[in-house]
């Protein structure tokens, strides 16, 4: 059999042998499709592909029958397609960014016991206290776009990150409840702006490299959060005074801001266009069939992600009662696994579809917080975060993606509803999560949750999803 690879105005080496089934790699536009046997699997690394060939200007693959031998292809596209991330300064710069803010409310989100502890806070109380952070992020995004076209998307990236660094040294250090709540909304504020800013600078490099970068800088996010979690996890053992960690990583990213900005400032620059309201532009529709049922799933999916993100730590405390120094490492396994899920999803999407994924997903989810409920001993709570982050990893990626292509709907009018929904998920879940700990306890609270993730997985039965 003859494996070939097919580019654009470039050479085709091939290659022989003999077999039942065959491989071919090939460039459509510039997304990679693997074919095995009668199946074609699109693969979205076109960066991967530009550096291969213009290096070597062929690729030669081996035919084979073993379906390992499949997924180690699909492993190289993607490992290689991470090489070319991080050796593209400019990618590499942002992906800083986004570890930076990941790392930040890494810290932020294991610290959390701490406030509960400082000022006597029962469940509900903290619930109400964490509303805060991201009520202060609702009112700043329609204002985001302001000050992207008014300062431009890079200076707004740079000046953003340094002040959420600063800000986020104010709630742990606050004197006060009343106080320590508003300064979570000036976070949130700044959190807003940054987050628009840093990915529609993704979007430049995308369009101005012709790369597929967004996924993989989420990725750096989630690896951020993950780190944060088990830095803050040793300083909270080490009895390091909160306020003066957080001082201290503001500083240092600062200074990592600093020294990376004349590679941010070379990025294209580009303004946010907000369309006519007769221009078909984003608008909120009432949802209804496939979109309804895509929204449904992304409440359950983004309960579960807030719940997460909020609550992991103050179960590891009083439910797990681990030490100190652990306090954090169940944050940090679903994040790590988080990020390593939305690495590998440009992968295993296509090669499984979304929809076995995203129910793949949901199961997983639903074990993964069952095994944390059931045996709430520190090794087991860990794992069971992990398998969270797994379950959860691709389900944003999976659910905008289809939102945007619902047949015979106004272009981005799926995706702006879809976000808005999606926002109050994030925002709703942590809070009744906190009522409900107060009025029964935090594991039946958390089996909610894995009850929402169950129903996500059956959902997806009846929906398209790409």
Not at 144 to 173: E, K, Q
Not at 230 to 244: D, H
Not at 273 to 294: D, Q, R, T, V, Y
Not at 385 to 399: D, K, N, Q, R, W
Request: proline share 3%.
């Amino acid at each position: 059999m003859n494996t070939s690879l097919i580019t654009k105005g470039l050479p085709i080496r091939k290659s022989k042998k003999s077999s039942d089934r065959f491989y071919r790699l090939f460039m459509i536009s510039t997304d990679f499709c693997l074919i095995c046997g009668n199946q074609r699997y699109e693969i979205s690394v076109s960066s991967a592909c530009h550096i291969l060939t213009a290096k070597k200007n062929s690729i030669n693959i081996i035919a084979s029958t073993d379906r390992l031998e499949t997924c180690a292809t699909i492993l190289f596209i993607m490992l290689t397609h991470l090489r070319t991330f991080f050796t593209h300064r400019q990618s590499l710069a942002i992906g800083m960014v986004f570890i930076s803010v990941g790392f930040l409310f890494g810290n932020w989100a294991t610290l959390i016991p701490y406030i509960k502890q400082k000022f006597d806070l029962n469940d509900a109380q903290l619930g109400l206290l964490l509303l805060s952070f991201p009520i202060g992020a609702t009112v700043m995004n329609p204002f985001s776009t302001f000050f992207i076209n008014r300062f431009g998307m890079l200076n707004t990236t740079i000046i953003g990150l340094i002040l959420l660094a600063t800000t986020f040294v104010c709630p742990v250090g606050a004197s006060c409840l009343a106080l320590t709540s508003f300064s979570l909304i000036i976070v949130g504020m700044c959190l807003s702006v940054t987050n628009v800013a840093m990915n529609t600078c993704v979007t430049s490099l995308e369009h101005q490299y012709g790369i597929n970068i967004m996924s993989t800088c989420h990725g750096m996010f989630s690896a951020g959060l993950m780190f944060g979690s088990i830095a803050a996890s040793i300083l909270r053992g080490m009895k390091i005074e909160p306020a003066l960690q957080m001082g201290a990583i503001a500083v240092v990213i600062t200074a990592l801001v600093l020294l990376l900005r004349p590679t941010i400032l070379g990025i294209h620059e580009e303004k946010i266009i907000e369309e006519e309201s007769g221009g078909g532009g984003a608008k909120f529709i009432l949802p209804k069939g496939a979109l309804l049922l895509m929204i449904l799933i992304s409440l359950c999916t983004n309960v579960t992600e807030g719940t997460m993100a909020d609550w992991t730590a103050v179960y590891m405390r009083d439910i797990v009662q681990t030490d100190d120094y652990f306090i954090g490492w169940g944050l940090a396994g679903y994040s790590m696994f988080m990020s390593l899920g939305r690495f590998v999803g440009d992968a295993l999407i296509p090669r499984f579809g979304g929809n076995a994924v995203l129910r793949t997903g949901g199961i997983i989810a639903a074990l993964g917080i069952t095994l944390a409920i059931i045996f709430p001993y520190t090794i087991t709570a860990i794992l069971g975060f992990t398998l969270v982050g797994a379950g959860v990893s691709c389900g944003a990626p999976i659910l905008y993606g289809s939102a945007a292509r619902v047949p015979g709907m106004a272009k981005g009018a799926g995706l702006a509803t879809m976000n808005t929904f999606s926002m109050g998920g994030f925002l709703a879940g942590p809070v009744l999560i906190g009522f409900i700990s107060k009025s029964i306890s935090l594991p039946f609270a958390f089996s909610i949750v894995a009850v929402l993730a169950l129903v996500w997985a059956f959902l997806v039965n009846r929906v398209k999803l790409y």
